[in-house]
Every structure is written in C-alpha cells, then in structure tokens.
C-alpha cells in the first residue's frame, strides 16, 4: 500500500511540473501570473537572450518564402529587442527590402528548461501549451546614432559582451570588417501560448504599459 502510495504521489508531482507553465532564463524579475498575458510576454523577452527572427526572404531561390534565422538579442527592460545584426546577413538583406519581421522564443531554448517542455521526461513537449512560446511581430528600425543606441548598448552589453570585439558598440556604427549595427524590433503585435486555453493576441500598447 505505501509502495503505491508513493508512487501515485510521484505521478501526480510529475503530472503537475509538466502542466506548470514552461518558464525561461530567471532575471530577479517576479513571474506574472500565467493570465496576465501582457506581462508575460515582456518577462519572456526580458528573461530570454536569443530567439528565431523570420523574415521574407529575398535569397533568388527561395524569394517570397520565410526564412528563420537565429538571432541573439537584449530588451533592457524596454521591451524592445534590441539587437547587432550585420548588413551581409541574408536576414538583414531581407529587411533591407521589407522591414516587417517575427521573433519567435520558446521556454524550450536552453540547458534549464522546464519539464513541461522536455519530451525526454514522457510528459513534456516544445509544443505543450504550458511550455511557453511567443511570438513577437513588427518593424526593424536601425537605432544608430538615434536617442536609443545607448540603451541598446547597455542591454546587449550585458547579457552579450562578446558583441563588443565584433564592433557593435561603436558609437557611428559600421562595426568591424562587417559593419555590424544596432537595431530593434518595434513590437505591432504579441502572440502567446503559455497554458491550456488557446493563444492570446497582445496589441503593441497592452503589451508596452506591461
């Protein structure tokens, strides 16, 4: 009897670890409550430091079609992510032709993911509704020279300072043999999945004033 205790008792610990919600990287920064969907989208972009940039493609062979690039990035507690991009990137040769780009991140990224995200622990899945996933959309806006190249500096400088040997800091842009820059998505649009129930859809001045 206590044998089967117990091991009810574990099926239930597990059954609710991987129903929690999937929660990225902590920063100090309290986590929203799950319904709060406005404010967990900025905690995830706050606490993340990468994600996958989608843009249309302009490569010949594939023109008109997404094409999802990695992309390191930092927000500073703006919400905005910031980022160093090159303009040799074919990302950026995208943007360079249509600045309207998404920025996918997932709970699932990196060595601490939760359980609710791990398919290896028989409950858990990348795409488990409580594995959270966000997707931003919006506009590319280099920040070069602008009145936010310093706090774009500062927040990359932080969580990517090996950004700074590549050139992306100096002040007039054109950073290295590759003539890296600052650049920031400004946010249209949040889409988030963080529980059971269906996405939420976070317009551009819900998800700011989180």
Not at 112 to 119: E, G, I, K, V, Y
Not at 126 to 152: K, S, W
Not at 160 to 188: D, E, I, N, R
């Amino acid at each position: 009897m206590a044998g089967t205790t117990s091991t009810l008792l574990l099926a239930l610990a597990g059954l609710v670890t991987c129903q929690a919600p999937g929660r990225p990287r902590e920063t100090g920064v309290p986590v929203p409550a799950v319904g709060d969907h406005a404010a967990y989208a900025r905690w995830m972009v706050r606490s993340m430091t990468w994600g996958t940039m989608s843009t249309i493609s302009t490569q010949a062979s594939i023109a008109g079609y997404p094409f999802g690039n990695p992309v390191s990035f930092a927000d500073g507690g703006t919400g905005n992510p910031y980022m160093c991009v090159s303009p040799l990137d074919s990302s950026v040769k995208d943007l360079q032709a249509n600045p309207k780009f998404s920025l996918t991140l997932s709970a699932a990224q990196g060595r601490d993911a939760p359980a609710a995200c791990a398919p290896e622990s028989g409950r858990g899945d990348p795409e488990n509704p409580p594995c959270a996933r966000l997707a931003l959309t919006g506009d590319f806006v280099d920040v070069t020279g602008g009145p936010e190249f310093n706090t774009a500096v500062a927040a990359l400088n932080a969580t990517h300072p090996t950004l700074s040997s590549w050139g992306c800091f100096q002040a007039g842009g054109s950073g290295g043999s590759h003539g890296f820059f600052l650049a920031k998505m400004a946010v249209k649009q949040a889409w988030l999945i963080n529980m059971y129930g269906g996405a939420a859809f976070v317009d551009a001045a819900d998800y700011y004033a989180a």
